[in-house]
């Protein structure tokens, strides 16, 4: 008996959501986080694929709008919740839910998939390229201090219980979307996943606590955090876990990232998925005992190559010829011409003499800024056919603020 793939019923979620769980070492999460990721899920948007009454196979998309180059909101599948049966492996179950699904989300009218890998090696065959990297950090913070800059005094930080303090940490985070690429617009509901604290996942540590940063009033900046305490026989030890924290000016980013590093009580910090570029690495006195980690982020896909370089804008004029390849989804092979600058962009099926061949996982691993196609070009994977052509085009997609990933899903 074969395999049948349909679209999700919310009465299978259950059988679904399990299969996922199971796929991803069967450690079963709090009730408040299942219900949550029930609610979450648009099951409109997502697959299963099934052995008789057994689900092997599970992919979804959530509706987002990611930001790209100059700032606009541009619609993209936030591809999650991808899993194989162990059971079915090597049986084309994952390619399978891949075709369908990029075909559903072209039929979507959305140029760009997304996605955070558990695995980097997976989905480069499906298309998709890195396109934003983030940084993990250990500081050892009584070694190391930061030297901030006029009016990080005058900001004034407050503890807040972190439920209550959702909205104000949600206006800040939208004031920052448009400024950096590869950040998602919050769709309403998301913002409860971040003030989930269910004791399983805090491994010793505090409940969530929240502090907000202000200035006259206005909240500027806001930090999510939990103490683990620990000592040893010279003292105290404990360290400082950073989930999440925005500032909307120099002086709250530094204020808020002073507080962090000075918590009584603590001699260490560890913050995950932050920004290559974030302000407060050059402020440190010891940039070697921040224990600076990089690690691939976001994974982008453009389904439909004309409308996703269209959308965004370009740092510098320019007018190539891309020759594409994509096995995966035909639509896209052929030669496209980019002609754009920092007001806006067309890009067209052309017949010209291309200037630049490259596969789209390589425009993809490009587009948000963070990746250029020099660097692409030197690992053998872009090849420049016109002199000059790699370079203007290299220039022209790199992006001025480092995309990042900000958001889970």
């Known amino acids: 008996m074969g395999t049948d793939m349909r679209v999700l019923r919310q009465d299978d979620w259950d059988k679904w959501y399990d299969t996922l769980i199971r796929a991803f070492g069967g450690v079963q999460e709090s009730s408040e986080e299942r219900a949550l990721w029930r609610e979450r899920t648009e099951t409109d948007r997502s697959i299963g694929v099934w052995d008789g009454d057994t689900c092997v196979g599970t992919a979804g998309a959530f509706a987002f709008r990611l930001t790209v180059p100059g700032g606009a909101a541009v619609p993209a599948a936030g591809v999650t919740m991808v899993s194989v049966a162990a059971t079915h492996r090597r049986r084309g179950v994952l390619t399978s839910m891949m075709r369908r699904q990029l075909d559903d989300v072209r039929s979507w009218g959305e140029p760009l998939a997304v996605l955070t890998a558990s695995e980097p090696a997976i989905y480069g065959r499906f298309g998709y390229g890195v396109g934003t990297h983030h940084a993990n950090v250990e500081v050892e913070t009584t070694r190391v201090r930061l030297s901030v800059p006029p009016g990080t005094d005058e900001v004034r930080l407050r503890y807040v219980t972190p439920v209550d303090a959702v909205d104000a940490c949600e206006a800040v985070y939208a004031r920052k979307v448009a400024g950096r690429p590869g950040m998602l617009a919050r769709v309403p509901g998301w913002e409860r996943l971040w003030v989930l604290d269910p004791e399983s996942e805090r491994d010793g540590a505090s409940p969530l606590q929240c502090v907000l940063a202000e200035r006259d009033g206005e909240v500027v900046g806001y930090a999510r955090f939990r103490v683990k305490p620990d000592w040893e026989i010279n003292g105290p030890k404990g360290t400082v876990i950073v989930q999440d924290t925005e500032a909307l000016d120099p002086a709250a980013h530094a204020a808020v990232w002073r507080f962090l590093f000075e918590i009584d009580l603590t001699s260490s910090l560890t913050a995950r998925g932050r920004p290559l570029d974030e302000a407060w690495l050059h402020m440190v006195s010891d940039i070697r005992r921040c224990g600076l980690r990089v690690r691939d982020s976001l994974h982008v896909r453009l389904v439909d190559v004309g409308a996703a370089l269209e959308a965004r804008t370009y740092q510098a004029p320019v007018d190539v010829v891309f020759d594409v390849e994509d096995a995966f989804c035909p639509w896209n092979t052929g030669r496209w011409r980019l002609s754009g600058d920092q007001k806006g962009a067309s890009c067209a099926r052309t017949e010209d003499r291309a200037d630049l061949a490259l596969s789209v996982r390589e425009l993809g691993a490009a587009y948000l800024g963070g990746v ?32 990042w990933l900000p958001h889970g899903f």
């Open 372 to 403: 250029t196609l020099g660097a692409l070009a030197d690992a053998g994977r872009v090849r420049e056919l016109r002199p000059g052509a790699l370079a203007e085009a290299s220039l022209a997609l790199a992006s001025t603020a480092t995309p």
